[in-house]
T-cell receptor, first 113, second 113 residues
Framework: DAKTTQPTSMDCAEGRAANLPCNHS???????VYWYRQIHSQGPQYIIH???NNETNEMASLIITEDRKSSTLILPHATLRDTAVYYC??????????????FGQGTILTVHP | DAGVTQSPTHLIKTRGQQVTLRCSPK?????VSWYQQALGQGPQFIFQ???????QRGNFPDRFSGHQFPNYSSELNVNALLLGDSALYLC????????????FGEGSWLTVV
């Protein structure tokens, strides 16, 4: 799996958009970008994933650059409950390493009142 | 529709003992992966089961073993427990035939004393 690089921590004001960047410059053509978050002592929660097109669901939007070397997770209106560790992962969704996610240290997002 | 369920949620074992953790995948999922998450670290891939066979394995010793049953549920066994095995053990389920989203359970907290 391609290595991903994320800032160690970020702050965001409640109600504002939180934009979490991720660098994956060595991503291969068949690797998806996955985002998960983990609130203390709970299992990782799936947020969104994409291959090359931008994706949106009820939780967030994922913007992937055209060269696929970086992406941004957008939480449009952050709440205090969005405070968590956010993990960006590049993974081959259908190949021999299917289902194996390589987690880094993630970004600690703190949402302030 | 129940998500990924794990049991027990917490347990304490003595060094040298053996432990069995259990996982029921999300309905419709046939692939189960296990992860270990030490305090302050991201989850680390242990192994994956598909069609009752171990398909992939991370860098973990043979003391870690598993099993998958015909109903796709899975067990993680750890023998000769060490203090360093204290961690959150996470189960993740997925299925290539129903998309490539991977869902995690809430985990089993293991403390070795």
């Amino acid at each position: 799996d391609a290595k991903t690089t994320q800032p160690t921590s970020m702050d965001c004001a409640e109600g504002r958009a939180a934009n979490l960047p991720c660098n994956h410059s060595t991503i291969s053509g068949n690797e998806y970008v996955y985002w998960y978050r983990q609130i203390h002592s709970q299992g990782p929660q799936y947020i969104i994933h994409g291959l090359k097109n931008n994706e949106t669901n009820e939780m967030a939007s994922l913007i992937i650059t055209e060269d696929r070397k970086s992406s941004t997770l957008i939480l449009p209106h952050a709440t205090l409950r969005d405070t968590a560790v956010y993990y960006c992962i590049a993974s081959n969704a259908g190949g021999t390493s299917y289902g194996k996610l390589t987690f880094g240290q993630g970004t600690i997002l703190t949402v302030h009142p | 529709d129940a998500g990924v369920t794990q049991s027990p949620t917490h347990l304490i074992k003595t060094r040298g003992q053996q432990v069995t953790l259990r996982c029921s995948p999300k309905s419709g999922h046939d692939t189960v992966s296990w992860y270990q998450q030490a305090l302050g670290q991201g989850p680390q891939f242990i192994f994956q089961y598909y069609e009752e066979e171990e398909r992939q394995r991370g860098n973990f010793p043979d003391r870690f073993s598993g099993h998958q049953f015909p109903n796709y549920s899975s067990e993680l066994n750890v023998n000769a427990l060490l203090l360093g095995d204290s961690a959150l053990y996470l189960c993740a389920s997925s299925s290539l035939s129903s998309g490539n989203t991977i869902y995690f359970g809430e985990g089993s907290w293991l403390t070795v004393v």
